[in-house]
T-cell receptor, first 116, second 114 residues
Framework: AQTVTQSQPEMSVQEAETVTLSCTYD???????LFWYKQPPSRQMILVIR??????QNATENRFSVNFQKAAKSFSLKISDSQLGDTAMYFC?????????????FGTGTRLTIIP | DVKVTQSSRYLVKRTGEKVFLECVQD?????MFWYRQDPGLGLRLIYF???????EKGDIPEGYSVSREKKERFSLILESASTNQTSMYLC?????????????FGPGTRLTVL
């Protein structure tokens, strides 16, 4: 079974600063995906970024980037030039790579507050 | 855009009542999921379905059942609601094919059992 650990229950940062959210996971699988999902105060969860484990290059999406360390089983999310709209719960998640019928395993989340 | 809708945003029920939570997706997705979200516990999978009339237990299925009679609709049933089932319930769906497997979530139903 897979486990996902987010050790920072809450974080806060000043607007325009950079913040890094931590995530570690445990698995015996070699092929898998990792995700960061964002849940703003309105509650609709959306995908922020994903990483395929077989790709060495770290994924980036505009101001969001990851630091994927496969050997260390670490998958942190960096938010650059943080904005008030980044205030949300952030969940790290793991999925085995399969033929489509796999499920996500989520971490416990990090509540991020961007301070004006 | 993919749209996942849930029948209620807020629901209050009494202990022992039978509760139905409905979820509908409009993108012909194969897979559908029910999670519950609790502070400090993250999202935990209750049940999922990868086809009509198919279902599989997730990590916490006790006290719940599901129904998927049509591809677009996935219902979560609490046969006899209890106070420990007070929670936020999230529905999600994904394509079930290909390698991307992004899950799309509904807005959630906050259920209170008194």
């Amino acid at each position: 079974a897979q486990t996902v650990t987010q050790s920072q229950p809450e974080m806060s940062v000043q607007e325009a600063e950079t913040v890094t959210l931590s995530c570690t996971y445990d698995t015996s699988e070699n092929n898998y995906y990792l995700f960061w999902y964002k849940q703003p105060p309105s509650r609709q969860m959306i995908l922020v970024i994903r990483q395929e484990a077989y790709k060495q290059q770290n994924a980036t999406e505009n101001r969001f980037s990851v630091n994927f360390q496969k050997a260390a089983k670490s998958f942190s999310l960096k938010i650059s030039d943080s904005q008030l709209g980044d205030t949300a719960m952030y969940f790290c998640a793991f999925m085995k790579r399969n033929f489509g019928n796999e499920k996500l395993t989520f971490g416990t989340g990090t509540r991020l507050t961007i301070i004006p | 855009d993919v749209k996942v809708t849930q029948s209620s945003r807020y629901l209050v029920k009494r202990t022992g009542e039978k509760v139905f939570l409905e979820c509908v997706q409009d993108m012909d997705h194969e897979n559908m999921f029910w999670y519950r979200q609790d502070p400090g516990l993250g999202l935990r999978l209750i049940y999922f379905s990868y086809d009509v009339k198919m279902k599989e237990k997730g990590d916490i299925p006790e006290g719940y059942s599901v129904s998927r009679e049509k591809k677009e609709r996935f219902s979560l049933i609490l046969e006899s609601a209890s106070t420990n089932q007070t929670s936020m319930y999230l529905c999600a769906s994904d394509t079930g094919v290909g390698s991307y497997n992004e899950q799309f979530f509904g807005p959630g139903t906050r259920l209170t059992v008194l």
